[in-house]
């Protein structure tokens, strides 16, 4: 669990990016548009937010610090961090252990991130169209173009697909798989180790928001499909 120190934290920086040249969530499509006919869409890679212990292969990280494919990210107690690689947004929140696997694009000529390994901990991601696969103790998440929060456990890791599309796989018998489709945290799920009697099991939605997604979409040039479609996130 958070302290609410780091709580009230990361949602005091969330605010301040929404509401930043007096923007607010309401205002974020209208903004979009704007930005599309500027053609300004540089996005700015690396730690976009540090709170606390974040580390990067063992060394400490501060804002603007580049996460690179192939780094291993962790944060201690009451820590989180927010980072952004290529057209990708993370939020990492406390005592969390990433590891970003990396492998050259046949199609882009270059290095991406497409296997992330969640060890521990609790992580909210967006993605855009390029396939991805998040791979915890208990579970192989397949990822096309999506909005994400995981936590992983031991013996069980809960996944929340926020919008878009995922395949769910129980690591103790790969037989037994999901595809989730989503438009707004529609379909929560809990896999379990091997051991009890169902591996993929229904779950609320827990831990995570909808100005956290705005705000990560934000980093990226983009928005929750959501946004559009209620005109706001809550």
């Known amino acids: 669990m958070e302290t609410n120190a780091a709580n009230l934290n990361r949602r005091v920086f969330i605010y301040q990016l929404l509401a930043g040249s007096g923007l607010g969530i309401t205002g974020l499509p209208g903004f979009m548009r704007t930005a599309l006919g500027m053609g ?6 690396g730690m976009r937010k540090v709170l606390g212990d974040v580390k990067i292969n063992g060394i400490s990280a501060e804002v603007g610090t580049l996460v690179k494919n192939g780094d291993v990210v962790t944060t201690g107690p009451d820590s989180y961090a927010v980072f952004v ?7 990492v929140r406390d ?4 590891e ?9 000529k270059e290095k991406i991130v497409n296997i992330l390994r969640i060890i521990n901990g609790k992580m909210l ?4 169209r390029r396939r991805k696969t998040i791979m915890t103790t208990t579970a192989v998440i397949g990822i096309r173009g999506t909005g994400i929060y995981v936590e992983a456990e031991p013996q069980r890791t809960y996944v929340c697909t926020c919008y878009g599309v995922v395949d769910i796989t129980a690591k103790a018998a790969p037989e037994i798989k999901e595809t989730i489709k989503t438009t707004h945290h529609d379909s929560p799920k809990f896999v379990y180790a091997s051991g ?9 939605v827990i831990n995570h928001t909808d100005a956290e997604l705005i705000m990560l979409e934000k980093l990226v040039w983009r928005k929750p499909p959501f946004v559009e479609e209620k005109g706001g996130g809550y």
Do not use: E, M, R
């Open 40 to 45: 300004t869409f540089s996005v700015t890679q």
């Open 85 to 91: 690689i290529d057209k990708s947004a993370y939020l």
């Open 95 to 98: 005592n969390t252990h990433v």
């Open 100 to 108: 970003l696997s990396s492998k050259t694009s046949d199609q882009y």
């Open 125 to 128: 991601s967006v993605f855009g």
């Open 196 to 204: 009890t009697n169902q591996l993929i099991t229904k779950a609320p």
